[in-house]
């Protein structure tokens, strides 16, 4: 710049990142992964506050192309999920194990996990 005084400037950039999976086909559905839940809510009870409660998510690939999950996201730090697998064949199972840490909170509180898979096929 031609400013003397300060001639460095700083410039700040954000953005919001989000992954493109291409919309489908009705024969790709047909031949694609197909994630099942048996159960998809877990009710921890009455959890003293401080203590960590944990639980596993079972699911089934139910499609006829393999499974490959890209990502499991928590929509608050105090959620940790772990999937046991991230790539199942047609027929085949596993789990999520998921940990709620109860610390600094208090009263009924809810938590979500985002399941999302690859957008290669």
């Given amino acids: 710049t031609t400013d003397e005084k300060m001639p460095d400037k700083r410039v700040t950039v954000l953005a919001d990142i989000h992954q493109y999976i291409p919309p489908m086909t009705d024969e790709e559905k047909a031949k694609a992964a197909k994630i099942f839940f048996p159960e998809n809510k877990h009710d921890f009870g009455d959890v003293k506050q401080g203590d960590a409660v944990t639980t596993n998510f079972s699911f089934t690939n139910k499609g006829k ?41 208090n009263g009924r509180d809810e938590k979500e996990i985002t399941v999302t898979r690859s957008s290669i096929q």
Avoid: R
């Fill in 65 to 105: 192309s393999e499974l490959d999950i890209y990502k499991v996201k928590t929509s608050c730090g105090c959620t940790v999920s772990e999937p046991e697998k991230t790539k199942l064949k047609p027929g085949e199972s596993s789990s999520i194990k998921v940990t709620f840490n109860s610390a600094g909170h």
